[in-house]
């Protein structure tokens, strides 16, 4: 403000003739101590020494502190949010290592048989023309993957349809994280081949289409997952009955 300003000017000039006068007289007195060495003269300039200290305290501008700036309200802390989990299947539920380890029992290494199961397609046949993996099992076999030690396994007619069996796979982006493998993919021409996979492996759970080869590894693998959507089979029980991968995993 300029009123203020001002006023602060005239403080600070008055002290400045005050301190010249007072100059002035410091050096009068210590001129006299030098020519009078008196007991009176040193009280003299002592007294005086001691008004010049109160009178430079109380004269001297002083300065204000800045203003300091009102704080700033902290943010609120952003909330955190967990990270989505996938979800499988069509009622839109999601698959965790917990379910998975709860499902299997504690098995850890897994064998599973591609057509129906991973492939829309239900038969060799059709996969000599194509063979599409069904979106809502990719990350139920991912998560797997991570977990156990899982092989694919089918049955063909030909090379074109193993051909046509990795490249689905591999599209679908279930070689992406390394726990499945081009090379854990196996082929056979009978169903019986299939079975000697399963038991050369040490599986000790198996998923399969088959009710003949469900009952005839069910005296040699730990557990099993029948997929079929009739109900009423007769299996061991060990075996378990599920319509799709996914409900078994829900």
């Not at 007991?39 to 020494?49: D, E, N, Q, R």
């Not at 004269?59 to 300091?68: E, F, G, N």
Request: net charge positive.
């Amino acid at each position: 403000m300029p009123g203020l300003a001002a006023a602060e000017q005239d403080a600070v000039s008055l002290v400045r003739r005050v301190a010249r006068a007072l100059n002035r007289r410091f050096t009068y007195i210590v001129a006299l101590l030098f020519s009078h060495k008196g007991a009176g003269s040193l009280g003299a300039v002592a007294g005086f020494a001691i008004a010049v200290v109160f009178a430079w305290k109380f004269l001297r501008p002083r300065r204000r502190a800045p203003k300091r700036p009102p704080p700033t309200p902290a943010a609120a802390p952003a909330a955190t949010v967990p990270d989505a989990a996938e979800p499988i299947g069509d009622s839109g539920k999601v698959v965790t290592r917990e379910i998975v380890v709860k499902r299997l029992k504690g098995c850890r290494k897994v064998t599973c048989q591609l057509l129906g199961v991973v492939f829309e397609e239900k038969i060799p046949e059709e996969l000599q023309k194509h063979a599409t993996v069904r979106p809502s099992v990719v990350e139920l076999l991912l998560e797997i993957s991570r977990y156990c030690d899982l092989y694919l396994m089918e049955t063909v007619i030909d090379d074109k349809s193993e051909e046509n069996a990795l490249m689905a796979l591999e599209t679908s982006g279930l070689f992406r994280t390394g726990g499945l493998m081009k090379e854990k993919v196996l082929f056979c021409s009978s169903e019986v081949g299939r079975t000697s996979f399963v038991r050369q492996l040490e599986s000790d759970f198996h998923i399969d289409t088959s009710l003949d080869i469900v009952s005839q590894l069910s005296r040699f693998i730990r557990c099993q997952l029948f997929i079929s959507t009739v109900e009423g089979e007769q299996l061991a029980g060990n075996v378990f009955n599920s319509p799709s991968l996914e409900q078994f995993f829900s």
